[in-house]
């Protein structure tokens, strides 16, 4: 493992890594999060779920889109071709996690992408819910494997 | 307090809120956020700040850009005019705390602006630290306060 | 109603419309499209709105994004601040018509909005259905009314 | 051809389909679509061709510029590298036929991007024509030819 | 005028300024620059003006399409609800001059739209030039006008 | 070289270059510009810089983020994926000379990307100084140096 700040050169300054010389390969990334709701929120989910699931829905499109713009939100992150996107939710009971997952042939890791996801399918939960729960919080959002092939 | 996903409409289908007969107020909004980080990855970013500080610079504007596109990331926000965006970080013994401030004269409040700004800030810091630090983890994500006059 | 084409200037070239002397009013628009789909397209759709209604779901959220986007997409548009834009879909015998519904309180129209909502959409539901459908083709995309207050 | 809607998993929810094993090929396809005009819209388009052609050159900017963007748009979409789109107009009687061709090197098919220029010039012209024309209507958007080798 | 550097706090800092309490004018900026083209560069373009005048006609939808960007591009700037952009062109002996309005009714100024446009219709210039001209250079790039009322 | 305008068709038409049958080659580019300042506005940027030299730090955060969203603001580029984008400045006697460098392997070269950046950078300089500057000038923008293997 590296010591150094590698997005941060050597006068301090930040830094958009060179990655031209790395191999193209195929890489996954699977990270997670949560968002504590109160159980009036959460069977409030469930129901529309009854019917048309839409608040899961919209969160689910909401990070498979932001991953596809994580390069413009990260400021040191490379534009990446990611082959797939895959957001899943799981409800618990005082809570919703967060699972994404992303892949791409290329020549640096796909954890932001699959990071970004995660976060903003939070957010987009909070948004939906805000009007009805005002002690939500979001936690537990970290890395949980990453492979290249 | 709404018992309703005001975002959900009678049939449980996505729903953007019109918000045209609001009154137009001074709306504010504070959130927080919080980083894990290793000793040494704190102690890289720490001296760092000596000299520049690019780590926290760089999550500051990356906080303040993507609170400027919150309408965008996050499906059914309405577009704001931010008056102001503010992106704090404060050094703690096992991380990075993040404070945000959005502020805004309009219809609807400015939440999910600070919140977001203070989830990218969060992504951004992991992203510059993610070759030095396999163990970070974001949490305590939650909105502070919100006003309005 | 103008004769003259009002984003060409008079040495022909392309105009960005001043609207800062025009009132400030309550503007609706609603616009409408249709996509023929195959009865078998059509079946598979019904019977995932069993479920969890995904592909209209997904069509929704696209055209509600791509509304406040429209002044991205169309060179010589305004930005506005829009306090609404719905999405609805009406299964037919033969295809499924998609009508929108925008607002803003503001000093130009939003009608490109309502058509951009019905536009993305319609491309939506189209990329969803490609797999199965070789035959689609979206017409009839107009505008249904258009207010101000 | 496929019998299943490819962007919805077995459990009916929206799905980013993964194209990480697919072929890397040349892809081509075109698209075609109509706006209904009036006749002295289409002379006063006409008039300004001879000097200009304003309306059409950014109409033509437009649907290149949102084929680019054709995967922010469309929620499902992968980023693809376009080696090339063109925009092509013919006036007709009774309105303006927009042809696009979109080409890319890569692992899944460029029918939506050959789309949305279509879509989003037709806007384009729509916009720049609505201050004298309140008739118009487009139609006949499809694909016409997607090719591989 | 101020003798400190707004963007910057106490800290040293970077921060977006609060134009929360400012008051609503209208606003005007009018920005400048100029692009150093070959004499056969210049006679290509004007060649190509006496058919469709295409170079510039795209390169003034990229800088009227840029200044609606602006504030996504300079991370401090505020979102605007630009009323009018222009942009205009002089051919002269050795290259082009691009002229650019900007206007808004609001909080702060829209002099960084009036640059951001004039700044992004010269490199679109650039790009369609540089085929055929190898010694381009842009200058002279600056603020003409800035009113209030 | 060539001596047409290869962004403009046969008809004088806007036109996106295929580039799908080039080569594939590790590609360069570097640029250079000027912005001029006063002494008093270069004495503030300095202290700044003894702390946290946040104005440059912002300005290249702002330069690197436009090269990513070059394509997008240049209406006939091509998306590439760049491999490294960095931004550096040199502090004159009369103001701040920005000079980048950009790098991807590709089908088309990135001299518009490494002069995206450093436009912008010098905008985002500009937009930080207008305060304490009322006489600011941009100039000497330019490509230095481009190469392929």
């Known amino acids: 493992m590296s ?8 006068n301090g ?11 193209i390969q195929k890489r996954t990334a699977k990270a997670t999060g949560f968002i504590k709701l109160q159980e009036n929120t ?11 699931g839409d608040v899961l829905s919209v969160a689910r499109i909401a ?7 994580t390069h413009f939100l990260i400021p040191l992150c ?12 799981e409800i618990k009971e005082d809570g919703i996690r967060v699972d994404s997952l992303s892949r791409c042939e290329g020549q640096t ?8 996801a995660v976060n903003v399918a939070l957010l987009t939960i909070y948004d939906m819910c ?5 002690d939500m ?13």
């Open 3 to 10: 010591d150094e700040l590698t997005h941060i050169n050597k």
């Open 13 to 23: 300054e930040a830094n958009m890594v060179d990655v031209g010389d790395k191999p």
């Open 42 to 52: 959460l069977s409030l989910i469930n129901n529309n779920m009854m019917k048309k």
């Open 63 to 69: 990070g498979i889109q932001a991953a596809k713009q």
């Open 78 to 89: 490379h534009a990446l071709q990611l082959s797939k996107v895959d957001v899943d939710f």
């Open 109 to 116: 890791g796909v954890e932001m992408e699959a990071l970004t």
């Open 130 to 134: 805000k009007a009805v729960d005002k």
């Open 137 to 149: 919080e979001m936690s537990n959002i970290r890395l949980l494997e990453k492979t290249k092939v």
